[in-house]
Nanobody
Framework: QVQLVESGGGLVQAGGSLTLSCAVSGSILSINAMAWYRQAPGKQRELVAGITSGGSRNYADSVKGRFTISRDNAKNTVYLQMNSLKPEDTAVYYC?????????WGQGTLVTVSS
């Protein structure tokens, strides 16, 4: 069974940066388009950024120009570099497939941005 383990969250001041990591168990990362999602308190989970197996990227309008998604297939890891963080970026961040049936969700990693 595929396992997703997110890490790298924390408390940061507005304008700061964080890099999130998602370790994907097994050797399936290279064939999957992956994505980062987030869920803020009281809100639905939303797509933040996606990256295909070929490296094409897409971003939610709210994070364009500030966040960068990347992948290292050799390390079975997906990353999310987050710059110029805003209080509205506060959420639990998860990774999962971009298309198709989702893998079992990991525990996520909490990002808190203070103003």
């Amino acid at each position: 069974q595929v396992q997703l383990v997110e890490s790298g969250g924390g408390l940061v001041q507005a304008g700061g940066s964080l890099t999130l990591s998602c370790a994907v168990s097994g050797s399936i990362l290279s064939i999957n388009a992956m994505a980062w999602y987030r869920q803020a308190p009281g809100k639905q989970r939303e797509l933040v950024a996606g990256i295909t197996s070929g490296g094409s990227r897409n971003y939610a309008d709210s994070v364009k120009g500030r966040f960068t998604i990347s992948r290292d297939n050799a390390k079975n890891t997906v990353y999310l570099q987050m710059n110029s963080l805003k209080p509205e970026d506060t959420a639990v961040y998860y990774c999962n497939r971009l298309y198709g049936l989702a893998y079992p969700w990991g525990q996520g990693t909490l990002v808190t941005v203070s103003s």
